[in-house]
């Protein structure tokens, strides 16, 4: 529930070794989310319903995360799905995504930028937060009070339970965070040590088995285990704990590693006077290739889509894009792929006063592989297939053509022969695509395939055995040898059955001359059908 804040004020227990810690200067603020993956995925007309995530733990389903209505029904992470259904029949329930979580929490860390450049992740492993460091930012929204209260609002709007607490050692502040008597806590400077002094042991994010030895032990208190000698502490709880003591009491440095945001693959170009020509343009481009190209080299990095917006002088950007069919790093690939897309929209192209301003990108990038060495075997030299090249062949058509032009052939799951294979660009198809198995030997399909089997005239011994003549565009072949037949049955659902709604038989046949073919009887023979229509499919090489 909403409250207002207040500067919780944290005396020193009697009789405690606290440390004498000196202001430093440094802030640091601890956000922890306590239902985040339940909030992220939570449908706007479920918030005040129970609403679980479920996953599958040792052979049955159990409750990851749970929003703040199931909570206060009696669900908790760990229970059952069975236990949880018995206690709340009416609750939504949905599967939990593992990977989602980490993902917004990413973007998450980006947009928490507008308050500081260092936010880095909680590297606690039960918890779902960020940690920022702060010194010298809060200043810019009027204090500490105001920056916190700030992102409280914005996380409020959201629907995201935040509780953030801020202290001058990353250890006191996730502590207060999780174990303080507000979900918003400001420590005053110097003050770390007092502020963790009552909370559990917990809260120094010690490992299960050093916080049931507390319990055992009776240390309910973080002051109860300060009050031991460093040595005794060290002997009992091994080197682990007493680290994450001092640095809980700013006896002992943390590092705050910051989420370091993807490389941006960027050039920029400001004009001195604008340019009109399109000549003029392509050439400003080629120059900023070779800038881009360099900084994705060294990155080990290869462009897979080109953004090229060029500003006018009344300050009007138009952008355009290319997509490459593989991560490339050569200059002068990216450069003629631009100089043809150019000369594609120089009809249409208005630069009004000028073009002032040029923002060359790389959008979208991959990593790439070095080119293999040569292989040599004697003074001969074996090269690798030129993969590059054939990708480049590719992206000089798609740049002329047309993008949708320039297809591909994929697999696709379907035993109809017509639809096992499918057709889509080489820039929409991923390149490291696998095939998938199947269990039809290469031989039993022809290389040439008809676009549309076409019917033909047949003569046959017996209603459902092979063809010893057929009349396919006007000529007559003989049959010598036939093999089959290979049975495809039709597919059940409604959608496919307009494409193949009969049973085919295919059969393998050769005439007198030596050529072979595919053809088929569509149709079972009194039973689907009373006259079984005959089909042309492919030939055989």
């Known amino acids: 529930m909403p409250h207002t804040p207040r500067e919780p004020v944290f005396p020193a227990p009697d009789n405690v070794p606290v440390a004498n810690s000196v202001p430093t200067g440094r802030r640091i603020a601890a956000l922890w989310f306590p239902y985040w993956l339940s909030e992220i995925v939570m449908p706007v007309d479920k918030r005040m319903n129970p609403y679980v995530l479920a996953e599958h733990q040792r052979g049955t389903q159990r409750l990851a995360a749970v929003n703040t209505a199931a909570e206060a029904c009696g669900l908790h992470t760990g229970m059952s799905l069975a236990d949880a259904r018995a206690l709340v029949p009416d609750m939504h329930v949905d599967m939990l995504d593992p990977a989602r979580g980490g993902v917004f929490l990413d973007k998450c860390a980006r947009w928490l930028r507008r308050y500081t450049p260092w936010v880095g992740a909680d590297t606690h492993p039960d ?69 963790v002094m009552d909370l559990p042991p917990d809260a120094l994010r010690l490992p299960d088995d050093a916080v049931d030895l507390c319990r055992r032990l009776g240390l309910d208190t973080v002051a109860a285990l300060a009050a031991f000698p460093r040595s005794s502490l060290t002997r009992r709880f091994g080197p682990y704990p007493v680290m994450r003591l001092e640095q809980a009491l700013g006896q002992a440095s943390e590092m705050l590693n910051p989420c370091v945001p993807a490389p941006s693959f960027i050039i920029r170009q400001t004009l001195a006077q604008g340019v009109t020509q399109i000549a003029a343009i392509a050439t400003l481009a080629e120059k900023m290739c070779d800038a881009l190209a360099a900084k994705l080299f060294a990155a080990g990095k290869g462009a897979v889509r080109l953004d090229l917006v060029l500003t006018r002088a009344d300050n009007e950007a138009q952008a355009l894009s290319v997509r490459l069919a593989a991560p490339s790093a050569e200059a002068g690939h990216m450069a003629r792929l631009l100089t043809t897309r150019l000369e594609r929209v120089a009809r249409g192209f208005d630069a009004g006063c000028g073009v002032e301003n040029l923002c060359l990108a790389a959008s979208s990038t991959a990593d790439i592989q070095p080119p293999q060495a040569p292989l040599t075997l004697g003074h001969r030299a074996l090269k690798a297939p030129p993969v590059a090249a054939l990708a480049g062949l590719f992206d000089r058509l798609a740049g002329r053509l047309g993008p949708q032009i320039v297809v591909r052939p994929v697999i696709h799951a379907s035993h109809i022969p017509e639809q096992a294979v499918g057709y889509r660009p080489v820039h929409a198809a991923a390149p490291d695509e696998q095939i998938p198995d199947t269990p039809l030997s290469p031989q039993t399909r022809p290389l040439f395939m008809l676009c549309a089997p076409e019917p033909i005239e047949v003569i046959a011994e017996i209603p459902e055995g092979a063809p010893y003549r057929f009349r396919w565009r006007r000529v007559l072949h003989e049959v010598t040898t036939a093999q089959g037949p290979e049975r495809i049955s039709p597919e059940w659902w409604p959608a496919a059955r307009q494409h193949n709604s009969l049973t085919r038989d295919y059969f393998q046949v050769e005439d007198r001359n030596g050529c072979r073919f595919w053809i088929y009887r569509d149709g079972l023979y009194g039973r689907e059908t009373g006259r079984p229509r005959w089909f042309m499919h492919g030939v055989f090489p």
């Open 127 to 195: 918890s779902h937060g960020l940690l920022l460091d702060i010194s010298g930012c809060a200043h810019l929204f009027g204090g500490e009070r105001q920056m916190i209260d700030d992102m409280c609002a914005r996380f409020m709007r959201r629907g995201i339970t935040l509780n953030i607490a801020v202290a001058d050692t990353i250890g006191s502040a996730w502590a207060l965070a999780h174990y303080g008597p507000s979900d918003t806590i400001v420590a005053p400077s110097g003050h770390g040590p007092e502020a």
